[in-house]
């Protein structure tokens, strides 16, 4: 954008009478260009091409133009029902120069929209017939834009160069015709067709400059800039294709020329002509050929080496050579212990009893106090440790065999002191009396404990 700022700022100066004079003395004397390029020098083409299939920007040094294509189906006129349209638009705005006016066309871009239309439609260039789809209903209307973006001499041919590529890259809808019904397919379905271009002409103008120094022919150069524009006596364009043939003389006024110097022209318009359309072949098909890699494995957004592969059988005989250590390890089952509660009313019941029974109760609170410490130290080893859980149910069961058969000796102890207490008769009457006058204590209940 600050080159375009500064080019278009360059081109909005004036130009002087001293510098118009310098120029065309140095032509007609010399033979020396301002920019220090030869006679028959063209300045660099430059062709780039859009994301989409018709925009094409093409450029002669500092001079550039934009031209876009695009295509409808319509319907056509009675006159030329079996022959599609072909339509060109050239704006010159002040983007371009600020001499070009803004919201009407000027006089220049209707005579470049006239001189590109002239070229690229009478001459043949484009088959007009191949454009229809039914005859009389459905045929296709091609429409280029052409808009100046830098003048720096030199448009007209910047213009109608950038008309012909942009034709050539444009790609319309693929189309199937079934009786008088027609389909087009989108690009998704089916690939677009090019248009159909029998040739390419490429337009050449040449500088006229009246003759000085003693000579008698006029001075001509090629591809004027706009200084050189604005000092030249006349234009002279010749239009040429690949073949070498003529396709068209332009003469906008100016001074007059003979045939002599036409020829003279005609060949170096050849020349130049064949290195143009050679550039412009070489552009579309390296652009083509761009695009058509770039549909190739549309599915795949990356390339195989960008990707991270991963070996999967690997990790499968990893995972089944580990131990079985590394399984999850299974709940721990609640092991019932003995309440302080339930103790208490043991000993309590166990009170009075023979030496065994207290010796019963002191084993039985060792197995409780080592199953404890068992417990604790169970619950404070690691959770991922294998317990051999099947063992400590054993011991649990074998101490609780012993409690039960304990317990009942202790009553087997018990029910023989009774017998023995109800089988002696010699007590004596007063003990009696004083037994039967004596409220009877109650007799306690013996609580019986279940241990599941």
């Not at 063209?42 to 989409?52: D, E, N, P, T, V």
Request: some cysteine; charged content about 25%; overall charge negative.
């Amino acid at each position: 954008y600050i080159c375009a700022a500064v080019t278009a700022t360059a081109m909005a100066v004036p130009l002087s009478r001293s510098e118009l004079e310098f120029t065309t003395q140095a032509l007609r004397v010399e033979n020396i260009r301002v920019d220090g390029r030869a006679l028959a020098a063209y300045r660099r083409l430059g062709i780039k091409f859009g994301s989409a299939h018709g925009e094409v920007e093409v450029n002669f040094g500092p001079t550039r133009a934009l031209a876009v294509c695009s295509g409808e189906i319509i319907t056509p006129p009675a006159s030329r029902p079996n022959e599609g349209q072909i339509r060109f638009q050239v704006e010159f705005g002040p983007l371009a120069s600020p001499s070009f006016e803004v919201g009407r066309p000027s006089p220049q871009a209707i005579s470049v929209a006239n001189f590109v239309e002239r070229l690229l439609r009478g001459s043949r260039a484009i088959d007009a017939e191949a454009l229809c789809i039914v005859g009389g209903q459905k045929v296709w209307s091609i429409r280029v834009d052409v808009r100046a973006l830098d003048d720096d001499g030199n448009l007209g041919d910047v213009c109608a160069i950038a008309a012909l590529c942009s034709l050539l890259h444009f790609r319309k809808a693929d189309v199937e015709v079934q009786g008088e019904s027609a389909h087009a397919f989108t690009t998704e379905e089916r690939a677009p067709v090019p248009l159909s271009v029998h040739h390419l002409p490429v337009p050449v103008t040449f500088a006229l400059f009246a003759p000085g120094g003693g000579k008698s022919e006029p001075a001509w150069i090629l591809d004027p800039n706009r200084l050189e524009e604005a000092a030249m006596g006349g234009a002279l364009c010749i239009a040429v294709n690949q073949h070498g043939e003529l396709c068209g003389v332009h003469k906008p006024g100016g001074m007059p020329v003979d045939y002599a110097m036409i020829e003279h022209c005609m060949e170096l318009a050849r020349n130049r002509a064949k290195e143009i359309t050679n550039r412009i072949q070489s552009e579309i098909e390296a652009d083509l050929a761009k695009r058509q890699d770039a549909r190739k494995n549309v599915h795949q957004k990356f390339s195989k080496a960008s990707l991270l592969t991963v070996d999967l059988s690997a990790s499968h005989a990893k995972e089944a050579a580990e131990p079985a250590a590394h399984a999850p390890l299974p709940k721990r089952p609640v092991v019932p212990r003995v309440r302080p509660a339930e103790s208490d009313a043991v000993q309590e019941e166990a009170q009075g009893s023979s030496s065994g029974i207290a010796k019963g109760k002191k084993r039985r609170r060792a197995a409780e106090a080592g199953a404890a410490e068992e417990a604790a130290d169970a619950d404070a080893a690691e959770p991922e440790e294998q317990l051999d859980i099947d063992a400590e149910l054993r011991a649990v069961m074998s101490e609780a065999a012993e409690l039960e058969a304990q317990l009942a000796a202790a009553a087997a102890v018990e029910q023989a002191a009774e017998s023995e207490e109800a089988g002696t008769a010699s007590a004596p009457q007063a003990a009696t009396a004083a037994a039967a006058t004596a409220p009877a204590a109650p007799k306690r209940k013996r609580k019986k404990i279940v241990k599941r």
